[in-house]
């Protein structure tokens, strides 16, 4: 709780957190924190004994960046948190363009010609198709995943609201990947 608080009150570059906890466990964490403006969209790593499957995709499916499970060594924790350190610099950067780019951004946002709106399991794009648009999360969670040589998908990101996808490739003229 008192973690909670001081999250809500500081404005924390990454949050770290167990999910086993006494009072408030690490998905109540994750929830309140989601669910608050000011820290909607701080990166957020689990680091845990809960090692199963299940748990992994409870914690991802609710909007942690990572999981990662202990035992682990010091290398594997300081490139998640370097990774999703670079990634959040990255949106930063890309969110505090000239004040013209930013209106435009808006007003693309509040037009409702260009909301789309999803279901579950919808497919808004596949790997290799040409990227002609990019997306802005608004509301809900949008897996990422990748098709592996067994034609499985192995989920790669989950994007939640604030996030944007599919931007590099249409930004590029590239195929979706």
């Not at 929830?31 to 004994?49: C, N």
């Not at 951004?105 to 794009?125: C, G, K, T």
């Not at 648009?133 to 897996?143: D, L, Q, R």
Request: charged share 25%.
């Amino acid at each position: 709780k008192e973690g909670v608080a001081a999250a809500k009150e500081h404005q924390f570059d990454l949050i770290l957190c167990d999910i086993m906890m006494p009072e408030l466990d690490g998905y109540g964490v994750l929830h309140i924190l989601r669910d608050h403006p000011s820290t909607a969209t701080t990166p957020f790593i689990f680091l845990t004994a809960k090692a199963e499957q299940k748990d992994f995709r409870v914690g991802m499916d609710m909007g942690a960046e990572d999981y990662i499970t202990k035992p682990f060594e010091d290398r594997d924790l300081l490139s998640a948190i370097e990774m999703r350190l670079k990634k959040q610099a990255r949106l930063q950067s890309q969110l505090q363009a000239p004040a013209s780019a930013q209106s435009n951004f808006q007003q693309l946002l509040d037009d409702p010609q260009n909301h789309m709106q999803y279901e579950a399991q919808d497919l808004i794009y596949r790997e290799g198709q040409n990227a002609r648009s990019f997306y802005f999360v608004i509301n809900g969670k949008v897996k990422l995943s990748k098709a592996t040589a067994r034609a499985r998908d192995f989920v790669v990101n989950f994007c939640g609201p604030g996030s944007f996808f599919g931007h590099t490739a249409a930004m590029h003229g590239e195929q979706y990947f």
